[in-house]
């Protein structure tokens, strides 16, 4: 994913107005069937600074893919409360999503999926053109507007919203296992374009991830999650620019792999009603 010399500069500064995100006491239930609340967040205080790359890990219905939701305004807390910057989280092109399964609209072409992002805005159509295309640039698909997320692989399909997410852009990327079921190969790839992209422009990433590889190789924190509730928070501090190459080789990140693995090992083991936490990390243990 190269970035091209004729996107202007002064988008990509434009793009650095990141903000931080705060969560004060949030706590979130759902009812379930039987009428009975199962607590999904329990009194999470977590502050992650503007432009800060923050990783959420933790075994399968701690309440990662709950926090991201509050994040980003479409569920509201029970208890406590959430800021974006100085100011509740809403729905919008300034807080990016990006998820696992792409939710591209199949019937629009890649420039109809990336500029859907921008329609509630009063752009002129050559702007809006102007938009997408740089965006698709910064993201490998420059040729590929015209083409239809059914012509597209996995990794591209991922690019694509990732694109959609970026145009708007987001002082906040919330991203909920964006490269789970892309193959080892693409996943490696995307993880290194996400990096450089990130290193460009700069937006708030909270990144919920099964991974302890792909946590430590983009994030600056680590959150460990278990019951709801933030259990251990982690700073990696790996040099950066990172790549995956490179940093699966420091000492350090040997160290932090260690220790997040005996934590989460631990966390499955006193809790036998949950389920096993995904294929990736069994094949990070198996790499490792
Ligand atoms: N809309 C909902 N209605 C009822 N229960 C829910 C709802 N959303 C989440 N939950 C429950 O809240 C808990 C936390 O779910 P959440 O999806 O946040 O966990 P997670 O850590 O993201 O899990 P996974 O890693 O499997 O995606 C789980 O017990 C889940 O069943």
């Not at 399968?60 to 305004?73: E, M, N, P, Y």
Request: hydrophobic share 40%; charged share 25%.
């Amino acid at each position: 994913m190269s970035h091209s010399p004729s996107v202007p500069d002064a988008i990509h500064r434009s793009t650095s107005r990141g903000r931080g995100i705060r969560f004060s006491g949030v706590s979130k239930a759902f009812t379930v069937g039987n009428g009975a609340r199962t607590s999904a967040v329990r009194e999470v205080d977590l502050e992650i600074a503007e432009r800060q790359f923050v990783a959420l890990i933790g075994p399968s219905g701690c309440g990662k893919s709950t926090l991201l939701r509050l994040a980003d305004g479409l569920l509201e807390p029970d208890t406590g409360r959430i800021e974006i910057g100085d100011a509740p989280p809403r729905p919008g092109p300034a807080i990016g999503m990006v998820f696992q399964n792409f939710r591209l609209i199949p019937w629009r072409s890649v420039a109809g999926n990336v500029g859907f992002a921008l329609e509630g805005q009063s752009l002129d159509r050559t702007e809006l053109n102007h938009r997408v295309q740089a965006q698709l640039e910064q993201v490998g698909l420059a040729g590929w507007a015209g083409h239809y997320p059914a012509q597209l692989s996995g990794g591209m399909r991922q690019r694509v919203a990732l694109a959609r997410a970026l145009i708007g852009r987001p002082s906040v990327l919330l991203m909920d296992e964006p490269f789970a079921s892309l193959d080892a190969q693409t996943r490696e790839l995307m993880q290194d374009d996400l990096l450089a992209l990130w290193e460009r422009q700069h937006p708030t990433v909270l990144f919920v991830t099964h991974s302890v590889d792909e946590a430590l190789l983009l994030a600056d924190r680590v959150i460990v999650m278990g019951g709801g509730a933030v259990l251990e928070d982690l700073r990696v501090d790996l040099p950066r620019p990172r790549r995956s190459t490179d940093a699966r080789r420091a000492t350090e990140y040997g160290r932090l792999r260690e220790h997040l693995w005996s934590r989460i090992r631990d966390l499955v083991l006193a809790d036998p009603t949950s389920a096993f936490f995904g294929r990736h990390v069994q094949a990070d243990r198996e790499r490792g």
